[in-house]
């Protein structure tokens, strides 16, 4: 009895808006607006930094306005894209004694839950990794060609990207609460494979 | 939406509408500042985003015109960036070895925000600067910066002094004073 009862309502929600949801569910990005402003922001950073001589010759332009764009990224990230593409989320809580806990999140995959693609989460995580590096190759350009006026913006830039970075890495490793652990298990993975795929060879 | 159907987690992470949500919380604590009461939400909630606007605000209004057209203003904006921040964070390390139990971003937080009566006071400086140059014009600058300067340290002290163990909250206060009259200095030296 309590089966049928459960087979009729699973019917029901299958039928309600069924062709959008088919739409949705075989589209490869389901989430266009996030992904376009989850690589947006950050590459147009990334360009006004390195284009900087040739937009304007002033410092303070340039200056406030790769700001203005790495602070639009974090909060996009953080706060929009991360939730939406890959169903990750991070945030600080101080409870009532004043102690602050980082609160790391991973959305459960369940059949009913539309989860992320693999073309969303792929340009999420490249996009996540790479553009740390970039900012990292600046810091050692700015530093080394002695043009330290820039320094606290590249330093800036770093710190907010490689802070989206860190938070939703911690996201993804969920219960492991062990950095070498996780990676321990993430090599002997890969290293797994590796030895597979040359034995098949 | 999906929202609803995750755990309950924090309810700020659940609104469908954390922009709106955001900029409210901004406001809410630029009004904590401006009347300062005895309330956790400067703590509670923090958020760095106040700060950093303030930061680009006092540092743009600092700039200098210079004579010289490669230098337009570079070293000074930097500076008083540099300045602020370095600042803020040297005070939270302090506050944090003092044995203070109030963490990093909170601490971070609530100087930032208690920035806010000294952009003011640059604000009403820059529009004073603008009248006929003399005495007067300086008596009148000096006493708004430390009316503002005063608003400043009361505003901090009341959220931070509570974090301290007693017989530490000179050592704690001490660094916020020479923060905020270090700022005051460039906000009264400045001229255009």
Redesign the interface.
Same mark, same amino acid.
């Given at each position: 009895m309590k089966q049928a009862l459960v087979d009729d309502t699973e019917d029901v929600s299958l039928d309600f808006g069924n062709e959008e949801e088919l739409a949705f569910r075989k589209a490869k990005i389901r989430h266009p607006l996030a992904t376009f402003f989850h690589l947006f922001f950050r590459v147009s950073a990334i360009v006004t930094y390195v284009g900087c001589d040739w937009f304007s010759r002033s410092f303070v332009g340039c200056f406030v306005t790769v700001l203005l764009l790495l602070s639009f990224d974090f909060w996009s990230v953080k706060n929009v894209t991360g939730r939406l593409m890959v169903g990750l989320r991070w945030w600080n809580q101080v409870d009532e004694d004043g102690k602050s806990h980082w609160i790391f999140e991973a959305r459960k995959v369940s059949p009913n839950n539309i989860t992320a693609t693999e073309a969303e989460a792929r340009i999420f995580w490249l996009g996540l990794i790479i553009c740390p590096i970039i900012w990292i190759v600046f810091f050692f350009s700015t530093l080394f060609s002695l043009k330290l006026k820039w320094l606290a913006l590249v330093i800036a830039g770093i710190s907010l990207q490689a802070a989206n970075l860190y938070g939703y890495i911690l996201c993804k490793m969920g219960g492991e609460s062990d950095i070498s652990k996780a990676a321990a298990s993430f090599l002997s993975q890969t290293v797994f494979q590796t030895a597979y795929l040359q034995r098949q060879q | 939406m999906?929202e609803a159907?995750?755990?309950p987690? $924090?309810p700020?992470?659940t609104s469908p509408r #954390?922009?709106m949500r $955001?900029l409210k919380a901004v406001g809410k604590k630029f009004m904590h500042v401006l009347y300062p009461r005895k309330s956790n939400t400067l703590?509670?909630?923090?958020d760095l985003?106040g700060p &950093?606007v303030l930061c680009?605000t006092l540092a &743009?209004m600092l !700039?200098r015109g210079s004579a010289d057209n490669e230098n337009?203003?570079? #070293?000074q904006?930097?500076e008083v960036?540099?300045i602020i921040w370095f600042g803020a964070v040297t005070i939270t390390l302090n506050s944090k070895l003092l044995g203070g139990?109030?963490?990093f971003? !909170?601490s971070l937080c609530v100087l930032g925000y208690c920035i806010l009566p000294l952009t003011v006071a640059l604000l009403v400086c820059r529009l004073v600067l603008l009248a006929k140059p003399g005495p007067i014009n300086f008596i009148v600058r000096l006493f708004v910066v430390i009316v503002m300067f005063a608003w400043s340290i009361v505003a901090s002290t009341a959220f931070l002094a509570d974090?301290q163990p007693p017989n530490r909250k000179a050592l704690a206060i001490y660094p916020v004073f020479l923060f905020y009259f270090v700022i005051s200095w460039m906000i009264l030296t400045f001229a255009p």
């Open positions: - | 999906a159907a995750e755990s987690g $924090d700020r992470t #954390p922009l $955001d703590l509670r909630d923090w985003w &950093l680009v &743009l !700039q337009d203003g570079g #070293p904006f930097a960036f540099v139990n109030i963490s971003f !909170q974090s």
